[in-house]
C-alpha cells in the first residue's frame, strides 16, 4: 500500500529519498512500468489552479516533493514528509549510479536513454555521467526541441522503442514533462522507468551550476537560482500564491 501526503490535491509519496531509489529500482528489476514525477510548489500551484494537470500529475506511480516550499507545505498542514526534499536531479543521479551495478537475468545491462535540454545538452550529460559512472550503459540521447505531436512525436518515440532503452529520463521542464509522459507512456511499453527530471541533463552537462550546499541546507536553492536566472520571476510568483494559499486551506478547509 503506498502512503500518501496530499498536499492541496497532490498525491505525493511518504518516502525517503533511499526508499525512492529502492522503489524505483524494485520497479525496473520487476518490469512494471513506473512514472516519477517530482512537482514542486510551482506545479502544486498549478495543479490547484487546473484540475486536469492534478489529474495527470496524481497518476504517477511514485511522486515525490522536489522544493522546499512543498516540504514546508506538508509542515504546515500538519503531514510531514519523513524524508523532506527528495530532489529529482539527486534522484536521477544516484539511480545511475545504482543501476549502473545491476544486470538482467539474461546479464544484460539495463540502458538508458536521455530525452531533453537543447541540441548537445544530452550527450553532453552522457559523457559526464559516464565519466563520474563508467558502468551506466546508455542506450541513446535526443534534444527536447521537437513538436510534442503529430509525426515529429512519433518518431522521437521510435527512436526511443528502437534504442531498446529499459529507463527514460524525460527533462523537457515542467509541466511539458509530465504531459508527455502521461500521453506516451502507452506507446513505450518496454520502457520500464520514465523519469520526468526538468532541468537535471543541464545539470549533469555543468551547463547549469547547482547552489552551494548552504543555500540548500537553508532552504534557499530557489532564492539562489532566481539570482541566476532572473527571467524565473514569473513562474516564481506562484510561490507566495502557493503560500497564502496553503495556509489558507490549513485554517478554513477550502
Ligand atoms: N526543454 C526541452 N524542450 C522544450 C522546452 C524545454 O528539452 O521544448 C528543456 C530545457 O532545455 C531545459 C529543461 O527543459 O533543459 C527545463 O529546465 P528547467 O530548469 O526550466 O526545469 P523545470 O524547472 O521546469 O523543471
Given at each position: 500500500m503506498r502512503k500518501r501526503i496530499n498536499i492541496r490535491g497532490v498525491e505525493f509519496d511518504a518516502v525517503t529519498f533511499d526508499e525512492a531509489v529502492g522503489r524505483l529500482t524494485d520497479a525496473l528489476v520487476s518490469g512494471t512500468q513506473t512514472a516519477l514525477y517530482t512537482p514542486n510548489s510551482e506545479i502544486v500551484q498549478a495543479c490547484v489552479e487546473d484540475p486536469s494537470l492534478a489529474e495527470i500529475v496524481n497518476s504517477a506511480e511514485l511522486i515525490t516533493p522536489d522544493g522546499i516550499g512543498v516540504v514546508k507545505a506538508g509542515r504546515i498542514l500538519g503531514t510531514?514528509?519523513?524524508?523532506g526534499r527528495v530532489a529529482g536531479f539527486d534522484l536521477g543521479r544516484a539511480l545511475l549510479e545504482r543501476i549502473g551495478g545491476m544486470k538482467k537475468p539474461d546479464g544484460s545491462p539495463y540502458r538508458v536513454y536521455f530525452l531533453g535540454g537543447k541540441p548537445g545538452v544530452a550527450e553532453a550529460a552522457e559523457e559526464a555521467i559516464l565519466r563520474e559512472f563508467p558502468d551506466v550503459t546508455f542506450a541513446g540521447c535526443a534534444d527536447?526541441?521537437?513538436?510534442?505531436?503529430?509525426e515529429e512525436n512519433e518518431a522521437a518515440i521510435r527512436r526511443v522503442n528502437e534504442s531498446g532503452?529499459?529507463?527514460?529520463?524525460?527533462?523537457?521542464?515542467a509541466p511539458a514533462q509530465e504531459k508527455w509522459i502521461f500521453s506516451n507512456r502507452a506507446k513505450l511499453p518496454e520502457v520500464t522507468l520514465l523519469l520526468g527530471l526538468g532541468g537535471s541533463l543541464d545539470g549533469y552537462a555543468g551547463i547549469v551550476k547547482r547552489a552551494p550546499k548552504i543555500f540548500i541546507k537553508l532552504g534557499l536553492e530557489w532564492f539562489y537560482r532566481l539570482c541566476k536566472e532572473p527571467w524565473r520571476i514569473r513562474r516564481m510568483m506562484k510561490l507566495p500564491v502557493f503560500y497564502f494559499g496553503t495556509w489558507k486551506y490549513m485554517l478554513t478547509g477550502k
Open positions: 510531514p514528509f519523513p524524508g527536447g526541441y521537437f513538436k510534442k505531436e503529430g532503452a529499459d529507463v527514460l529520463f524525460v527533462c523537457l521542464g
